[in-house]
């Protein structure tokens, strides 16, 4: 299948500025058609008291990306979506489930991302985008007329720094949620074998999210919200591999959170090109 990259240039999602940099240093690396949708014109809002902080610009920009990434499946290719903040997997997913009808969804992070608007203590809303994809955000939704991800499809894989107000909500919604310690104890073919079974049950394939802050940040340091104790570097490739192994099945994937300048030594940016360069590789 033909692969098209989307650069999902926005930080909108995070207080934390520079992920809106990170898709243009890793598009650059490769030689394949690229589309690209721009952070829209607006004013950055971090107060810290605003629990809707940027949610008409990140609105604006989801229904910018949901249309290019309608656009690229209506031609019967593969999305690879390149954030930027996880808001971005809003509309891709959305975009991808609204073509194939059914899917289930694959969430490699260590963050949940399962707030809401009721939940959220931050106001940062790229810790909502997987419960926007699962229909219970819809002020995140406006651009979107078809179906959401099932609960029983919906699998997070490096689990580690869940709020404590997300809880009721993944438990609630009976969300699978696989941990870094689930990877270490049980190792990464077992646990994907897993999440693949449970997302793919009764679907029409899967969405893959990947947030580059899965990987411990003494490796990949290069993200807006690190978060200690995450997978290392061979785990983080041998994902990938069990995405390779099912890549039939995947109809669609993003890879987010990279941003350059938090990044040492170029670091996340070797890691994140490697990625890509499987996934195209293998993908195409």
């Known amino acids: 299948m033909k692969i098209t990259l989307i650069e999902a240039n926005e930080d909108l999602g995070v ?31 971090k107060d810290a008291n605003n629990l809707k902080k940027n949610l008409d610009g990140i609105n604006l920009f989801d229904k910018e990306l949901y249309q290019a990434c309608l656009s690229v ?64 955000c819809p002020l995140l939704t406006t651009f979107h007329d078809g179906n959401y991800f099932n609960h029983e499809n919906t699998v997070i894989v490096g689990g580690r720094d869940i709020d404590e107000w997300e809880y009721p909500n993944l438990e609630k919604d009976n969300i699978t949620v696989f941990t870094t310690e689930d990877i270490k104890k049980y190792g990464v073919q077992e646990i994907m074998k897993k999440a693949f079974a449970i997302a793919n049950n009764g679907t029409n394939g899967v969405h893959i999210s990947y947030d580059l802050d899965v990987i411990d940040p003494k490796i990949a340091p290069g993200v807006s919200v690190p978060a200690i104790n995450g997978i290392n570097e061979e785990e983080a490739f041998l994902i990938v591999d069990e995405l390779i192994k099912n890549k039939n099945i995947i109809k669609s994937m993003d890879l987010v959170e990279f941003n350059p300048t938090k990044d040492i030594n170029d670091k996340t940016k070797n890691i994140a090109i490697k990625i890509l360069e499987k996934v195209i590789k293998n993908f195409s």
């Open 15 to 45: 207080k934390v500025d520079g992920a809106n940099l990170g898709p243009n240093v890793l598009t650059s690396y490769f030689d394949i058609n690229t589309l690209v949708v721009n952070k829209p014109d607006v004013i950055k809002e």
């Open 73 to 136: 499946k209506n031609k019967n290719e593969f999305p690879l979506v390149i954030g930027g903040d996880h808001t971005v997997a809003i509309p891709s997913s959305l975009a991808s489930i609204k073509k194939e009808d059914s899917l289930g969804i694959i969430w490699i992070d260590a963050h949940a991302d399962y707030n809401t608007f009721d939940t959220t203590r931050t106001g940062n809303i790229h810790g909502l985008p997987l419960a926007a994809a699962n229909g219970i």
